[in-house]
C-alpha cells in the first residue's frame, strides 16, 4: 500500500508571496490533518479534514487554509508569507479521525526569503 | 504547563547502549500512546502504537505506559547508529491529539 505523498517537497518563496501544498492520503484513508513542525515549536496542529469538511482547527491566523476534495486528496495555502512560516508542512492520514493512529508523509519545506 | 512534557535532549549514546526516552502528561483522558522515530528532513514514522498500562516489546524496542503516574518510556536495546533520529511520544484522549517535542538521539559507532 502506498503511503502518504506531499508535493512538492521542497519550496522557496518571497515574503509576500502565497504558497499552496499538496497531500495524497493513503488509500482508504479519509481524515488528512496538517501540522507545522519547526525546531523551536516543535510539531503544532494546524487543521483536520474530513469529508472535504474543516473538522477541527488549530491556533492559526486566517493565512493559513485548507480544503480537502472528494478523494481525500487535500490541499493548504498560505497566503501573504512571511519569513516565520519556513517550515516543514507535514500532512498526515488516518482511517476515520484524526484521533486514529496517524501516517505521515514526507513533508514539504517551505523557505520563505 | 504544556500538556505533554519531553525532554529534548540531545542524547548521545555509544553503539550498544540501552536508551531510555520518556515523555509526561497531565491530562489523565489520554488513552492511546504512540511512538514516533524521526529521520532528518523525513516525516514521523509510527514506531509503538500502546493502549493501556504495562509494556510492549516489539525487537529492540520497549514502549512503556504508566498511566497512574502519567509517564510513558520508550526503550531501545543494543542501540544502532541508525536508530539516530527524533523520537516523538504523541497521545490521544477523546478528540484530542497531542506531540511531545522531541528528542534527537544520536548513537555513535
Known amino acids: 500500500k502506498a503511503g502518504v505523498t506531499q508535493t512538492p517537497r521542497y519550496l522557496i518563496k518571497t515574503r509576500g508571496q502565497q504558497v499552496t501544498l499538496s497531500c495524497s492520503p493513503i488509500s482508504g484513508h479519509r481524515s488528512v490533518s496538517w501540522y507545522q513542525q519547526t525546531p523551536g515549536q516543535g510539531l503544532q496542529f494546524l487543521f483536520e479534514?474530513?469529508?472535504?469538511?474543516?473538522?477541527n482547527k488549530g491556533n492559526f491566523p486566517g493565512r493559513f487554509s485548507g480544503r480537502q476534495f472528494s478523494n481525500s486528496r487535500s490541499e493548504m495555502n498560505v497566503s501573504t508569507l512571511e519569513l516565520g512560516d519556513s517550515a516543514l508542512y507535514l500532512c498526515?492520514?488516518?482511517?476515520?479521525?484524526?484521533?486514529?493512529?496517524?501516517?505521515f508523509g514526507p513533508g514539504t519545506r517551505l523557505t520563505v526569503l | 504547563q504544556k500538556e505533554v512534557e519531553q525532554d529534548p535532549g540531545p542524547l548521545s549514546v555509544p553503539e550498544g547502549a540501552i536508551v531510555s526516552l520518556n515523555c509526561t502528561y497531565s491530562n489523565s483522558a489520554f488513552q492511546y500512546f504512540m511512538w514516533y522515530r524521526q529521520y532528518s528532513r523525513k516525516g514521523p514514522e509510527l514506531l509503538m502504537y500502546t493502549y493501556s498500562s504495562g509494556n510492549k516489546e516489539d525487537g529492540r524496542f520497549t514502549a512503556q505506559v504508566d498511566k497512574s503516574s502519567k509517564y510513558i518510556s520508550l526503550f531501545i536495546r543494543d542501540s544502532q547508529p541508525s536508530d539516530s533520529a527524533t523520537y516523538l511520544c504523541a497521545m490521544i484522549g477523546g478528540n484530542d491529539m497531542r506531540f511531545g517535542a522531541g528528542t534527537r538521539l544520536t548513537v555513535k559507532p
Open positions: 479534514y474530513f469529508s472535504e469538511t474543516q473538522r
Open positions: 498526515a492520514s488516518s482511517r476515520r479521525v484524526a484521533t486514529d493512529t496517524q501516517y
